[in-house]
Structure formats: structure tokens, C-alpha cells
């Protein structure tokens, strides 16, 4: 066992950390005042290498592997977890669906932008009525009308839909098929009709990044712009979501290191009786149980990161990783905002919303409640949660160049 990083990967960690203190943190609150959305620190980060860390160069990404980008989504979301709200429109679940299912074409076309962050992505399974079983209750449709679907329906929860330039959108193209009727269109809402996204009012969330409702009326794609075959989206997001719920696990750790420093410095700078907070053992129990709990979801996350760049099972040992890391960072926020006292309500401090990204955190990708399902069932003998491996195509999407090859 070598449980220490690469002098590669501890480069670019500390090249992320310059970026973040230097680009970003400086001006995000600016951003969230106006309430603007920062499209052009997005392309900084692209530029600077930040979304490309599991893509083959030959589509502009670094090749150095899910160790590389857990570390990368770690330090972002240390720093400033609101900027990590598109991490996976920019290099996770959108661009890994269309480098998994699309042609060379789709590949080539629009895989380079999405990570060079040129262009902006999204993707969409959520809907109004279904959640964690989006796939089945999904009533989205998409009708074929010579060379274009017309989708109709409302999705929900769409993450940055109201700025998106290019996004995976699934819908039914079967209605009595459950989830074998499912399937992925690769959407560009600023270049067809039909698609009208409307920022939901999130309590403490970002005003930059906006998650929103989206409305589909005869929203056009062009059957070149199907990734993979009807009724085959099922398959293709449930590939694309590893990586993803990766690379929430990831944002865990980090917001959970940011609440553990903010709950630090806090309880060595507050006096209370003339003594700083950390003299107090019952503050030394928080301190202490967040110490640990962030060493063990690291070692998790690292460990499940390993497991796909070594071609491992790793859908189980991901589950583990997200359900632990959403834990930790739950109860980091949670420890964090009660040693910051009244203050810890108080917007001017982070530790007041650091609570509500947590809260997010443990639903998306993957509820927590759906990661314990998984890791449960394949304990009790019902569902092999790594039944998939070898047929995911996360390997081929390290090894098989699929740009390349295409040229
Ligand atoms: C800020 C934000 C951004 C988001 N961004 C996106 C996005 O970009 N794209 C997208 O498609 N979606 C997005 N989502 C949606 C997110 O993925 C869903 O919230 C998540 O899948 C859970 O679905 P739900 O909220 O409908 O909860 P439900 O599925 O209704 O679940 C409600 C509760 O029941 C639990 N539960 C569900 N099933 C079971 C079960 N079988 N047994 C026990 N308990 C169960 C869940 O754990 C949860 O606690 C976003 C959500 C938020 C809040």
C-alpha cells in the first residue's frame, strides 16, 4: 500500500489551491452580489486544466486520472464550494456521457469546449415527480418528427439550464418501456426553440450558479444530436453518474475540510471566560470527531478514486465514499456553525450556508438513502452493486481514445 500522492498529482493540487485563492476567491461574493453568472472564470478554470483531469488530450483533457480530479474538486470545494455548482456540467457527468455514448462526430464536436470551459453544460434527469426514480417515473417526452425530436414535459432541479449552451437531456421515446424507454439527447437550448428555464429560489444557495425548473415545449433536437440509441439513456447515465457521484464525494471532503478549518481558527480566535473556545473540552469533542471522521472519508474517496483508475469494481466502494463523505460534511457544517455560536447564523460568515451546500450535497448524485440501497443490498446478497464492472466503459473511457481513433 503507498498511501502517498504523486509529486504529480500534489502539483497540481497545490496549482488548483493558486487558482482558487487568486481567481476565484477574490471575486465570487462579487459574482453572487450581482448575481451574475461567471462565465469567464469558468473558462479560466478550463483553461487552467481544472475539468480535464480524466479525458484523453486528444479532446483537451490531461489524462491524469480520477486520483488527479478528486484532489482538484477537493481543494476547489475547500476554497469556495459555490464555484464547484458546475464541475460536473464542465468535466463530469455531461461530458462523460457524451466520451462514453457519442459518435466520434458528437465526441470531437463537443467534448473539447465542455472542458476547455468554452461552452457551457447541464445535465438533466430530474423531473417535477421523479427523483431517485427518475429513470422510471419520468414522463418527459420526445416525439420523432422526420430529423428532429419535439420534447415536451418539465424537468426539474436542472443546474445551470438557464445559461447552458450544450447538455445531456433525457427523455422517454417509449411511455410503456419503464426504464428501457429512456433515452439521451445531447440539448443546445440557445440554438432551437422549446426550452425555457426558470431559476428556482434556493434558501442560502448561490445566486451565480442557479439551479432551475426547465419547460419543454416541442423543444427540438436534431436526431444527429441522439447520443446512443433510443431507449438505451438508462444505461448511459447510470455510466455517466460513477464518475459524478465521484466527484460529489470529493466536494464533500472539501467543504467538510473547509467547515473543520473555519471551526479551527474560530475556536482558537473566540475567547469565552478569558479562555479561547478550543480550551473547552466539550469544543475539543466536535474538533476532535471531525478530525476523524474527514481523515476516514478521504482514505474512502482516495480509495474509490484508486479503484477506477486501477480498472477495480468500484461502484461499491463509490456508494461507500459518497454515503461517508456526505455524512462527514453534514455533521462539519453542523459542528462548525454551533462552535461559531449566534455568529454562525450570520451571512458575513461562511459556516451560515456552508450547512445548506452540505444539506444539497447529501441528495445529489445520488441520495444518500439510494447509496446506502446500494452498498445494503450487495451486503445482503440481493444486487451486485459492481455486477456492471468491466462493462461501463469508464476503462474504455482511460484507454480507448475514441477522438483519435475517429480521425
Ligand atoms: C441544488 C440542487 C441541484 C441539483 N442539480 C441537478 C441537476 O443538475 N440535474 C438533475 O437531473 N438533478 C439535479 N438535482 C436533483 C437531485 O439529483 C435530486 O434531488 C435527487 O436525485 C433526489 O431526488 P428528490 O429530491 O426528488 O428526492 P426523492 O427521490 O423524492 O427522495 C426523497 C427522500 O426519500 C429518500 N428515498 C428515495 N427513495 C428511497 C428508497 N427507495 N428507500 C428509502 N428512502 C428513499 C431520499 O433519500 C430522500 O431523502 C439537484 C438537486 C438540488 C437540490
Redesign the pocket.
Known amino acids: 500500500m503507498n498511501f502517498k500522492l504523486s509529486p504529480e498529482i500534489e502539483a497540481v493540487r497545490d496549482m488548483v489551491a493558486r487558482f482558487m485563492a487568486n481567481e476565484v476567491v477574490p471575486v465570487m461574493e462579487d459574482y453572487e452580489k450581482r448575481q451574475e453568472f461567471p462565465r469567464e472564470l469558468i473558462r479560466k478554470a478550463g483553461e487552467a486544466g481544472l475539468y480535464g483531469a480524466v479525458f484523453p488530450e486528444s479532446v483537451g483533457g490531461s489524462d491524469m486520472g480520477y486520483m488527479a480530479a478528486v484532489v482538484i474538486i477537493e481543494e476547489m470545494s475547500r476554497q469556495e464550494v459555490r464555484f464547484t455548482s458546475c464541475n460536473?456540467?464542465q468535466g463530469g457527468t455531461c461530458p462523460s456521457a457524451i466520451y462514453l455514448a457519442g459518435t466520434p462526430e458528437q465526441v470531437d464536436k463537443y467534448v473539447p469546449n465542455l472542458l476547455a470551459g468554452k461552452t457551457i453544460g447541464?445535465?438533466?434527469?430530474?423531473e417535477t415527480d421523479?427523483?431517485?426514480?427518475?429513470l422510471i417515473a419520468m414522463k418527459t417526452f420526445a416525439r420523432r418528427d422526420g430529423d428532429v425530436y419535439r420534447i415536451s414535459g418539465q424537468?426539474?432541479?436542472?443546474?445551470?439550464a438557464n445559461e447552458t449552451d450544450v447538455g445531456i437531456l433525457m427523455a422517454k421515446t417509449d411511455r410503456d418501456a419503464g426504464a428501457k424507454g429512456v433515452t439521451a439527447f445531447i440539448v443546445e437550448p440557445k440554438k432551437y426553440p422549446g426550452f425555457k428555464a426558470q431559476p428556482i429560489d434556493?434558501l442560502g444557495?448561490s445566486k451565480a450558479f442557479r439551479?432551475n425548473a426547465v419547460f419543454l415545449d416541442d423543444f427540438i433536437v436534431p436526431v444527429e444530436n441522439r447520443l446512443g440509441a433510443e431507449g438505451e439513456g438508462a444505461k448511459i447515465i447510470m455510466r455517466a453518474l460513477q464518475p459524478g457521484r465521484l466527484n460529489v464525494a470529493a466536494k464533500c471532503l472539501g467543504l467538510a475540510q473547509a467547515c473543520f478549518e473555519e471551526a479551527v481558527r474560530y475556536a482558537n480566535e473566540r475567547t469565552v471566560r478569558q479562555q479561547p473556545l478550543g480550551r473547552y473540552q466539550m469544543i475539543q469533542d466536535s474538533i476532535a470527531e471531525m478530525a476523524t471522521a474527514i481523515e476516514a472519508s478521504r482514505g474512502l474517496v482516495y480509495r474509490a478514486a484508486w479503484a477506477m483508475d486501477n480498472d477495480q469494481p468500484s461502484n461499491r466502494i463509490a456508494s461507500i465514499a459518497k454515503y461517508h463523505a456526505s455524512q462527514t460534511c453534514k455533521m462539519c457544517a453542523d459542528k462548525a456553525q454551533q462552535i461559531f455560536g449566534g455568529y454562525g447564523l450570520a451571512r458575513e460568515y461562511r459556516v451560515s450556508w456552508y450547512r445548506v451546500y452540505a444539506d444539497?450535497l447529501y441528495?445529489?448524485?445520488?441520495?444518500?438513502?439510494?447509496q446506502k440501497?446500494i452498498i445494503a443490498e450487495d451486503a445482503l446478497g440481493y444486487k451486485v452493486a459492481d455486477r456492471h464492472h468491466g462493462k461501463t466503459g469508464l476503462r474504455d473511457m482511460r484507454q480507448t481514445d475514441v477522438a483519435a481513433a475517429a480521425r
Do not use: F, H, R, Y
Not at 122 to 126: A, C, F, G, R, T
Not at 130 to 134: L, N, T, V
Open positions: 460536473n456540467q447541464m445535465m438533466s434527469l430530474s421523479s427523483g431517485s426514480d427518475a424537468k426539474m432541479w436542472a443546474s445551470i434556493l444557495m439551479t444539497m441528495n445529489g448524485e445520488g441520495s444518500a438513502n439510494v440501497i
